[in-house]
């Protein structure tokens, strides 16, 4: 596991893969959970210092937001995180008094460095630093500079397309005493629109009315709003659907037990104990694997050669699709070179685990139950066009894998790009079922 320090000097590192590592690791390892400790503070201090180096201009995709920005943009939404997180009590559970106390002292010295990016010609830029900046003036020590912000938290952040900063937008104003009405009817209404839209999109018998919303959803700007919200008030956050008094939550899943010994058929199932043991942090990795990873660094951590590896043709370019690692049970996919997509095999892929509970190789149905009362917020489920479950704020979809007379859960662990899985999956994926 990285030191502090080792994250610190790869942010700035030449070779992209590492930076998007760097970032990653940031989230995994200094907010993890939810939570700032005895380093968090010390490298939001750090990371605050870079923001002016030129190489913080470089883009590229940094797993946790869809779409490009630059490094500059996703080290401030990484320090708006920090201090959205620096405003929550010990009784939270985000930290001990001491590790709190220290990210809280931190925060004047952040809005210094912030500050000026509040102006930046990047609009990527300029709003994650107005949502970081927002965040910050809950020190006491900043409140006098709320005048000073509050025009451009209303006029920027409040209507972004990006619907955590909306949300920071309309909260922290709401804080500061201002009138929030409008913009809380304003986003009932985009919302209402868009579950519309979306129930006539998916409507095979809507006709005219199919077509519209799709050509209105298609029109809409993508919300790049991170898949998790850190730092939520207790009856803000993310929370598990509770079920009905009458519908006790269900037992945790549990894998198949696997075939029996000697037996070598086409359809034979691992055992437990032949099964690699994975876990699973959404948005940054799975087991060894980081998202954003190539296929040299992704062979090299499992230690094999792909069995299989395709690609397409654009052009005069040949892009790899995805690539079958045998021995192991997973099929890694890429997009644009990059790790964005890992499927575990059914059958013999590596054992993945959520809260210790399994995800590969057990009933279908259990899984999505279990993952439905406990692990996802209301609005974040939505099914594929072939009724795989897709949890967004996972970054999880279980899709089912044929093992003779029966299915098991072939779980698929993804980027927010990868999310619309229609689109997103090769052919060849869907022919695993």
């Known amino acids: 596991m990285p030191d502090t320090p080792d994250i610190l000097g790869a942010v700035l590192a030449t070779d992209p893969a590492r930076r998007v590592r760097a970032v990653g690791d940031l989230y995994r390892l200094l907010l993890n959970r939810e939570q700032v400790f005895p380093a968090t503070a010390p490298a939001a201090l750090v990371l605050a210092c870079l923001l002016d180096d ?27 995180s920090f201090a959205d997180l620096a405003r929550l009590d010990v009784e939270d559970g985000v930290g001990t008094a001491q590790d709190l106390a220290a990210a809280r002292a931190a925060r004047p010295i952040l809005h210094d460095h912030i500050a000026d ?36 938290v209303r006029e920027v952040l409040a209507v972004s397309a990006d619907s ?11 804080a500061w005493g201002e009138d929030v009405t409008g913009l809380v009817t ?6 209402a629109a868009l579950d ?69 058929g086409p359809w034979r199932i691992a055992r437990e104990e032949e099964r690699a043991e994975w876990t699973f942090t959404p948005y940054v990795g ?44 997973i099929r890694a996919l890429f997009h644009n070179g990059r ?40 609005g974040s489920l939505v099914y594929s066009v072939a009724g795989d479950p897709v949890f967004a704020d996972l970054g999880l979809a279980i899709r089912s894998q044929r093992a003779g007379d029966v299915v098991l859960t072939r779980p698929l662990f993804l980027l927010h790009d990868w999310l619309d899985l229609w689109h997103a999956l090769p052919s060849e994926e869907w022919n695993c079922s």
């Open 54 to 80: 030129p190489r913080t201009l470089a883009e590229d995709r940094w797993g946790r937001r869809a779409g490009r920005r630059s490094l500059r943009a996703e080290v401030l939404n990484w320090l708006a």
């Open 117 to 152: 990016f509040c102006d930046a010609d990047d609009p990527l830029v300029r709003e994650a630093a107005l949502a970081a900046t927002a965040l910050l003036l809950a020190d006491p020590a900043l409140a006098s500079s709320v005048p000073r912000y509050a025009p451009a």
């Open 164 to 174: 955590y900063y909306r949300w920071i937008g309309r909260e922290r104003l709401a």
């Open 186 to 191: 304003a986003e009932e209404e985009r919302r």
């Open 196 to 264: 519309r839209a979306g129930e006539l999109a998916e409507d095979p018998f809507g006709g005219h009315e199919q077509e519209q919303a799709i050509r209105w959803l298609e029109e809409q700007p993508e919300d790049t709003a991170a898949p998790e919200r850190l730092g939520r008030r207790r009856e803000d956050r993310t929370a598990p659907i509770p079920a009905a008094p009458h519908e006790p939550a269900p037992e945790p899943p549990v894998s198949a037990a696997g075939s029996e010994a000697g037996y070598r």
């Open 286 to 329: 799975v087991g060894p694997l980081h998202f954003g990873m190539t296929l040299e660094e992704t062979t090299r951590l499992l230690g094999e050669a792909p069995a299989v590896s395709s690609y397409s043709h654009h052009g005069e370019d040949q892009r790899l699709n995805y690539a079958d690692f045998t021995e192991i049970g």
């Open 339 to 378: 790790l964005g997509c890992v499927a575990a095999d059914a059958l013999t892929g590596p054992q993945v685990r959520l809260e210790a509970a399994p995800l590969t190789g057990c009933a279908p149905s259990h899984v999505e139950d279990w993952l439905v009362h406990r692990t996802t917020r209301s």
